[in-house]
């Protein structure tokens, strides 16, 4: 049989990653999916990681996992890092991912004030937070990374993307801070940097933490925490001072550039500014025709062009979980078009 091998090219060489070694540069992306009741991950959220892992993902990232404070969120199927048995559960997980030759990354979450009311808890008021409410949600961060290398993870991720609490810091339009949390790009990083710092002094020194940000909002595609790359740079060095080792540019569509001037996507400044190794992701693969495709093309450019090192598949995992395997076995017939009924399917 013909394979595909040479279509997927560099996407299907290993890399190592801050010093973790990957069989491949496939990243599952971090996908939230209500099925983890009291915030524990049952057994059937360690198989369907695992049956990422066992079909090609080279690293899994989570979830977002909340941390261990009232305020990340309410909700109740929403996996937690430091409830009860939560460890246990995420134990099974990275056991079950290991044992199909996978890697896997916890993915840590606040959610900071964006929120919908539900039944039973008042309607939602944001306040600024004091800096002893920073500490607070800092030394949470903290704590969940510590359980997270006791849990067997190989990465820890820090969500500070899509308008959730660290990207609330990041963006001028929610902080309206007068102190040192506000005002220019240093100090909207200044709390971000923090968490990164606590993160990262409760990892080996080998485990990499990533650090995912993004221009969008879930709520404002059209949105931007940096105006230009000099801005995305003074927002980024402080992150990067603070340990992160591994950037992840969450974007709608990876081909998008976005300053003027530039085909670059966010991952490409990212790593051009920074020299870290970085996570690209958005639309990647959604129909069967993609891994022969013109866009095919335009992301193993970006990779042999040195613009990111990994590619993260968001959507079209949920209805495929061996997308990566039929890719390269040139199965392309055996792939389903990403619908968004996929996202009510669970396996
Ligand atoms: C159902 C669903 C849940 C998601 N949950 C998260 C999440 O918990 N954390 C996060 O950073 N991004 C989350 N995302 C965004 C994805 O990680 C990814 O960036 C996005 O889907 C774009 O990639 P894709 O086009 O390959 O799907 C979610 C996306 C979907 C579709």
């Known amino acids: 049989m013909t394979t595909t091998t040479s279509l997927l090219g560099p996407l299907t060489s290993p890399a190592t990653l801050a010093g973790l070694d990957l069989r491949n540069r496939f990243v599952m992306a971090p996908m939230t999916r209500f099925r983890s009741p009291g915030g524990v991950p049952t057994p059937e959220v360690a198989a369907y990681y695992r049956r990422r892992a066992e079909n090609g993902i080279g690293l899994v990232v989570t979830e977002g996992v909340l ?56 309607a939602w008021t944001p306040a600024t937070m004091s800096t002893a409410d920073i500490g607070t949600i800092v030394a949470a961060y903290a704590e969940a990374a510590r359980v997270a290398v006791r849990a067997g993870f190989d990465a820890v991720e820090i969500h500070a993307a899509h308008g959730y609490l660290l990207d609330e810091f990041l963006w001028p339009h929610t902080n309206r ?60 060095a402080p992150l990067v001072s603070a340990g992160a080792d591994v950037l992840h540019a969450s974007q709608r569509r990876f081909w998008e550039p976005v300053f003027d001037g530039s085909p670059l996507n966010l991952a490409g400044w990212a790593k051009r500014i920074t020299g870290l190794p970085t996570i690209t992701v958005g639309s990647v693969g959604l129909t069967r025709s993609f891994p022969v495709s013109e866009s095919m093309d335009r992301l193993v450019a970006g990779l042999t062009g040195g613009d990111y090192d990994l590619v993260a598949l968001g959507r079209i995992l949920l209805g495929n979980p061996a997308w990566v395997r039929l890719a390269e076995e040139g199965r392309l017939d055996e ?4 619908d968004k009924s996929h996202e009510d399917t669970y396996f």
């Not at 099974?92 to 808890?121: C, F, K, M, N």
């Not at 485990?207 to 927002?235: C, N, T």
């Not at 792939?335 to 990403?338: G, L, N, S, V, W």
Request: aromatic fraction near 8%.
């Open 67 to 122: 941390v261990g404070h009232r305020s990340a969120s309410h909700e109740t199927t929403v996996p937690r890092m430091t409830a009860g048995a939560a460890e246990d559960g995420w134990r099974r997980v990275t056991a079950e991912v290991h044992a199909a030759g996978g890697r896997i990354a916890a993915q840590l979450w606040h959610l900071g004030s964006e929120r919908e009311p539900v039944d039973g808890y008042p």
């Open 177 to 236: 801070r007068t102190d040192r949390y506000g005002g220019g790009p240093a100090g909207r990083a200044a709390f971000p940097a923090e968490v990164v710092g606590a993160v990262r002094a409760e990892l080996p020194a080998r485990m990499p933490l990533i650090v995912r940000f993004s221009q969008f909002k879930e709520r404002d595609y059209s949105a931007r925490i940096a105006a230009s790359p000099d801005e995305l740079a003074s927002l980024l």
């Open 335 to 338: 792939i389903r078009d990403y």
